[in-house]
């Protein structure tokens, strides 16, 4: 493989993660009135610069940093979640080391990541009775994270030292399959051409989407359209539900359904797994 530096692994994943035809997310076939794939790969390219310093940053500074270059680039919130996820992995070396990064963090680490929130704006941001982001950090980073797992995916990588994207989105990605889930792109590239990675990325989505459910998702829509998403998730996986059923479903309410929050930890896997060698280059996609 080649020796991609941190900031080009970020960019890559990113690239790689919006790329592929996910069900539901922005592709480069599917955009949203809010956000387009050129925003996803504008984002990309403004915050890779950021990351090749993140193992000399704390994890607060590097978020603030990436969402203030990302608004300089873009009008929406196109990464907040994403950055997220792969600040603590980027700052750990090596990449499975995250849980000393992740005991490190402090009380400052909460207050740049709160203003960083409160700068990107997400779309159903409330307010919380505890560490509340428009109010002032009592807590470390995790800890604050901590309080919020049972309802955000992205705070639960933080309580449990990444473990859905280790022990789900990872090998869910490197897991050879001879199954197809995509619409091949036409007849003779379903008789010719192995399943190439956007078919492993793919169904890393739909793994995680199946095991996890998706917050995005259900702090917009309510726990119960969040776990019908998990349920067909798991439709696909099993070959009951086709995959362009699917995405029609989730897109059929506007952009509301997306399974945001599913499309981040999928970023992540592919951070990890490229930053460990694990996909072969040249890329088949």
Partial sequence: MPAWSVGQCVQLACILEATARKPGNVTRFHDFADLTYLDLLVSAAAIAPIFEQASRESVGVTVLQCVERTRQACATNSNLGLVLALAPLAASEPVDNVASVLRGLTVED???VFSAIRLARPGGLGR???QDVFREPTL?????????????????QYATDFADVFQIGVPALCEPTTVRI????????????PLGLEESIVRCHLRLLAELGDSHIARRCGLATAEEAQRQARGVLNGQLSWGEFDAWLRADGHRRNPGSTADLTAASL????????????LRF
Wanted: proline share 9%.
């Fill in 110 to 112: 909460s207050r740049a």
């Fill in 128 to 130: 919380a009775t505890q």
């Fill in 140 to 156: 470390p980073l995790r800890e604050v994270m901590a309080l919020a797992a049972d309802r955000d995916l992205i705070a639960r």
């Fill in 182 to 193: 995509l619409p091949p792109w036409d007849e003779a590239r379903r008789i010719t051409l």
């Fill in 271 to 282: 951070f990890v797994a490229l930053r460990s060698g694990m996909i072969e280059f040249p």
